[in-house]
């Protein structure tokens, strides 16, 4: 079993709910990974609504930062089960507070229909032509490097090299773990921001609000991420992004508003 599936895994309670522990290996600093939490809530999704494994549309809403380490406690309403697709909230609770809100739909991407039109893969450099993700660059620790292989375009992967605020580069499990759609949404908050190639050294920026549609299940292999950004008001960052698989084939579209706390201490 990969240190992801381990590292996710739930213990149902009798009531309902859903427990684990929050992983301190999936760090951004000091505080876990917003992708990370994300898929132990949706991993309880996936388990409340079985048969509809691939998450479709998910919205999550953090309200604060998880605490790694510490027990966590998912609480399931499901709230339509259908044929083709279920629909259901998660709320994700630490030392009896909430740290996200859920609302997502499920279905099966088992057998997806050839696209009649779909986002193209940007030009990239192979995986051995880029560079591994640095926490020096973004200025704070990332634990979340011992379980992921994240690599980033040669021109980009220094601090404010880009000059444009975009991100691209590849990504994987270090275990060789395959990637799945469960996966996908870790992944697509995985990256550095798309603001450190325009502003060079911003450290954490926590998520507010990420929105996920995930297209297809993914084909084994490196997964090839971009990541831009174009609305900067107030400290307040809106960001798009794009995944695809080792086969070209997009499987992720992504949205978040995310904080920049430009000028303040690193957390």
């Known amino acids: 079993m ?7 895994r739930l213990e149902a ?3 309902g709910g859903y427990s684990g522990i929050v992983h301190p290996s999936w760090n951004i600093g000091d505080n876990p990974n917003g992708g990370y939490l994300l898929t132990l809530a949706v991993a309880a999704l996936q388990r409340a609504m079985p048969g509809h494994a691939d998450p479709l549309s998910v919205t999550v809403h953090f309200l604060r930062p998880g605490l790694a380490g510490k027990p966590f406690r ?4 499901v709230l339509r089960q259908g044929r083709t697709l279920s629909t259901g909230r998660a709320t994700l609770v630490q030392d009896g507070k909430t740290c996200l809100e859920v609302l ?3 279905g099966d991407l088992d057998r997806p229909a050839e696209p009649v039109m779909s986002l193209q893969p940007p030009p990239m450099p192979p995986p051995e032509q880029c560079v591994s993700r640095s926490g020096g660059e973004q200025g704070l620790p990332l634990p979340l490097l011992d379980r992921l292989d994240i690599r980033l375009h040669p021109g980009q992967a220094r601090a404010g090299a880009a000059g444009e605020a975009m991100v691209s580069g590849w990504i994987r499990f270090h ?3 395959p990637p799945d759609t469960l996966a996908s949404l870790l992944f697509a908050d995985a990256f550095p921001p798309a603001v450190f190639g325009l502003l060079g050294m911003v450290g ?3 998520t507010i609000e990420l929105t996920v549609h995930v297209r297809r299940r993914p084909s084994p292999g490196w997964m090839l991420g971009r990541f831009t950004a174009n609305d900067l008001i107030d400290g307040r960052l809106i960001e798009d992004g794009a995944l695809w698989d080792s086969a070209g084939n997009l499987v ?5 508003l995310s904080l920049v706390r430009q000028g303040e201490p690193k957390e």
């Open 2 to 8: 990969s240190d992801f599936d381990t590292e996710t």
């Open 13 to 15: 309670q009798p009531d």
């Open 74 to 77: 998912v609480d399931v309403q």
């Open 104 to 106: 997502a739909a499920l």
């Open 175 to 177: 275990d060789g773990r």
């Open 204 to 206: 954490w920026v926590p």
């Open 252 to 256: 992720v579209q992504c949205r978040q």
